[in-house]
């Protein structure tokens, strides 16, 4: 991977207001909303903090819309799935014989992009209640990332300014020191994991 092609991709999809009308296709057509926003820097931890910053400023002014203001990441996973979930019935996509959740890929996430691969660093994303281990997925995947992203930076002797050491025991990789990101590593995991999630060894194990 070349190093002069990676840089951090903030994407968002998400509603701008519930919708429970009967004509919900065609009123989330101007209620949707999508972002992708491209952070480059020859520095690249630059880039990282100018997307972080971007990141939260998108989640403060959901929060505006709420009347209330951001406390902590994991209480924002919280307050902001009213912007995740259309609170319609009908929202349902149609292909073929399937139909799927237009709620499944909303998300407000930043990436890190290296040439082709883009990887999921942090983010708040649709939590379905009855799907609760497709969060422990994304956690895994979360996780395996941070740690390659960390490596990355080394391999190339790129500067860091801070790193965090996680407890990823419950993951089977025992302390790992990442990159800064907002939330509470530690306490995610405890919060989230359930007896479903998958090695982040798998993860690591991916190219």
């Keep these: 991977m070349d190093k002069k092609k990676s840089h951090y991709l903030v994407h968002g999809l998400f509603w701008k207001e519930q919708m429970h009308n009967a004509n919900y296709h065609e009123a989330k057509k101007g209620n949707l909303c999508r972002i992708n926003k491209t952070f480059e820097d020859a520095d690249l931890s630059k880039a990282r903090k100018e997307a972080f910053a971007y990141y939260q400023s998108l989640i403060d002014?959901?929060?505006e819309a709420l009347g209330d203001s951001y406390t902590?990441?994991?209480?924002?996973?919280?307050?902001?799935?009213?912007f995740l979930h259309a609170g319609c019935s009908?929202?349902?996509?149609?292909?073929?014989?399937?139909?799927?959740?237009?709620?499944?890929f909303n998300?407000?996430?930043?990436?890190?992009v290296n040439g082709?691969?883009?990887r999921l660093?942090?983010?708040i994303w649709y939590r379905p209640k009855e799907e609760q281990h497709q969060l422990d997925e994304q956690l895994a995947l979360m996780g395996g990332n941070?740690?390659?992203?960390?490596?990355?930076?080394?391999?190339?002797?790129?500067?860091i300014e801070d790193e965090t050491l996680c407890d990823m025991t419950d993951l089977n990789l025992g302390f790992q020191f990442v990159l800064p990101t907002p939330f509470d590593w530690d306490g995610f995991v405890e919060d989230n994991l359930t007896k479903e999630t998958p090695s982040l060894l798998h993860y690591m194990s991916q190219p």
Excluded at 72 to 82: E, G, N, P, V
Excluded at 91 to 100: D, E, H, L, V
């Design 61 to 63: 002014v959901l929060y």
């Design 72 to 82: 902590s990441d994991q209480q924002a996973r919280i307050d902001l799935q009213t």
């Design 90 to 104: 009908k929202a349902k996509t149609r292909i073929g014989k399937m139909a799927f959740d237009d709620n499944l």
């Design 107 to 112: 998300e407000i996430a930043v990436y890190w």
């Design 116 to 118: 082709t691969e883009k």
């Design 121 to 123: 660093i942090h983010g």
């Design 146 to 159: 941070l740690i390659k992203e960390h490596a990355y930076y080394e391999r190339h002797h790129l500067p």
